[in-house]
């Protein structure tokens, strides 16, 4: 069955340090998403994005964060300055379009650590 | 924020039938219900999703009420690996925009033994 696959699972990095999760969504869908969960709450909705644009973005979802398709492939998810409160588990997900009719497959997540 | 309102927990012996309830009694008649599950700290999983019919697949049946006001979610034979948090989400079905999923709290279903 195909997977959204992510790197790394586990990233530990020093508070203000820049980190990039990386992310391969399956390989004919063509929506993208991240969403994060802090330990012990729900799961949130950071950002969506298609055909090379941001779709939608979530308050969380500020000048810190950025998203980029950088090949055919590859979806990554880049925090430039990282915070402490930026630890927590970082899901990829992506649909093979848009609608009702079509569910998301997520990734295992990278779980990341600021120090 | 969630449409939907769940039990915070539930318990179900191994080998029964899990029913876990969902009420969205402001669901729009172009919005889905989807059920996802995330086993610890796993991504969550995608079970089933309906609009108006009752659909089932290999993992589960979700019975949708004439009204569309509420589901239920049923997993026929309970097994210890399906201890889980269960999340019932409404999302529109079509549209300009790209409505994302949206997870509230969902139910913890504990199979016991």
């Known amino acids: 069955e195909p997977e959204v696959t992510q790197t790394p699972s586990h990233q530990v990095t020093q508070m203000g340090q820049e980190v990039i999760l990386r992310c391969v969504p399956i390989s004919n869908h063509l929506y993208f998403y991240w969403y994060r969960q802090i330990l012990g709450q729900k799961v949130e909705f950071l950002v969506s994005f298609y055909n090379n644009e941001i779709s939608e973005k979530s308050e969380i979802f500020d000048d810190q964060f950025s998203v980029e398709r950088p090949d055919g492939s590859n979806f990554t998810l880049k925090i430039r300055s990282t915070k402490l409160e930026d630890s927590a588990m970082y899901f990829c997900a992506s649909s093979e379009r848009f609608g009702g009719g079509y569910g998301y497959t997520f990734g295992s997540g990278t779980r990341l650590t600021v120090v | 924020d969630a449409k939907t309102t769940q039990p915070p927990s539930m318990d179900c012996a191994e080998g029964r039938a899990a029913n876990l309830p969902c009420n969205h009694s402001?669901?729009?008649?172009?919005?889905?219900v989807y059920w996802y599950r995330q086993i610890h700290s796993q991504g969550p999983q995608y079970i089933i999703h309906?609009?108006?019919n009752n659909e089932t697949n290999e993992m589960a049946s979700l019975i949708i009420t004439e009204d569309r006001k509420s589901s239920t979610l049923i997993l026929p034979h309970a097994t210890l690996r399906d201890t889980a948090v269960y999340y019932c989400?409404?999302?529109?079905?079509?549209?300009?925009?790209?409505?994302?999923?949206?997870f509230g709290k969902g139910t913890r279903l504990s199979v016991i033994a």
């Open positions: 309906g609009l108006k």
């Open positions: 989400i409404v999302r529109v079905a079509t549209g300009s925009g790209n409505t994302p999923l949206v």
């Open positions: 402001t669901i729009s008649g172009n919005e889905y």
